[in-house]
C-alpha cells in the first residue's frame, strides 16, 4: 500500500469546490476582505490591550514602552512596506508623519484583502475548522518569512520567546476573527 493509501476519496471530498456557504466569487472575495477588516480590528483591540498590561506591569504609560512587543505592530511594518515602495517606485516616506500614514495604510489594507484569502479557503476546504486553521497557518507562515526579508527582522529562530508568543497569539486573534465574522456574513445573506 501506498503512502496515503484509503484516504484519496476523503481528501477529494474535502476539497471540493462549494460545500462552503456560496456566493460568486466576486461576493466572496468582499465579504472575505469585510472579514478580514474585522480580524484587522481584534488584532488591533488586543494589540493595544497588551501594550496596556505590559506597561501598567511595569509601572509606566504605553507611550512610554520602548522596545518592541509585536513585530506586526512597529517599524518593521513600515520599514516593509518602504522596501517594496522604494524598489517599485524608487521612493519610501521618510517623515514620521509619512511613516505613520503608512503603517496604518499597509495595517488596515494588508490586514482586510488577506481576508479575501480564508473567504477562497472556506469555499474550497468545505468551511471550518480547515479553512481557519490553513489560514492561520498561512498567516503566521507570511509573518515569519516577510519580516525578516523586508522587514529587517531577525529570523523567526532569533525571535524572544515573547515575541514568538505574541505573535502567534496574536495571528491566532486574527484568523478566528476572520473566520467568525465570515460566517456571520455567511449567515447573514442566507
Given amino acids: 500500500m501506498g503512502y496515503g493509501s484509503g484516504s484519496s476519496h476523503a481528501l ?16 466572496r472575495l468582499l465579504t472575505g476582505v469585510v472579514a478580514g477588516a474585522a480580524g ?30 509585536d513585530y506586526d505592530d512597529s517599524d518593521h511594518v513600515v ?18 508623519g509619512a511613516r505613520r500614514v503608512l503603517f496604518r495604510v499597509v495595517h488596515w489594507g494588508y490586514g482586510s484583502a488577506v481576508g479575501a484569502g480564508h473567504a477562497l479557503l472556506r469555499h474550497t476546504l468545505g ?6 486553521t490553513v489560514f492561520f497557518l498561512g498567516c503566521q507562515t ?15 529562530w532569533r525571535w524572544t520567546p515573547r515575541l514568538m508568543t505574541v505573535s502567534l497569539a496574536q495571528h491566532m ?8 465574522a465570515q460566517a456571520a456574513l455567511d449567515r447573514r445573506a442566507h
Fill in 173 to 180: 486573534v486574527y484568523a478566528a476573527a476572520v473566520a467568525g
Fill in 12 to 27: 477529494a471530498g474535502a476539497l471540493r469546490p462549494g460545500r462552503a456557504v456560496g456566493g460568486g466569487l466576486p461576493r
Fill in 40 to 69: 484587522t480590528a481584534a488584532m488591533s483591540v488586543t494589540g493595544l490591550l497588551y501594550r496596556e498590561v505590559y506597561a501598567r506591569r511595569r509601572g509606566m504609560a504605553p507611550s512610554e514602552i520602548t522596545e518592541i512587543l
Fill in 142 to 156: 507570511m509573518a515569519l518569512s516577510l519580516f525578516p526579508v523586508l522587514g529587517d527582522t531577525p529570523v523567526p
Fill in 79 to 96: 520599514i516593509a512596506a518602504g522596501t517594496l515602495l522604494q524598489a517599485v517606485t524608487g521612493r519610501a516616506p521618510r517623515s514620521p
Fill in 127 to 132: 468551511g471550518e475548522p480547515a479553512a481557519g
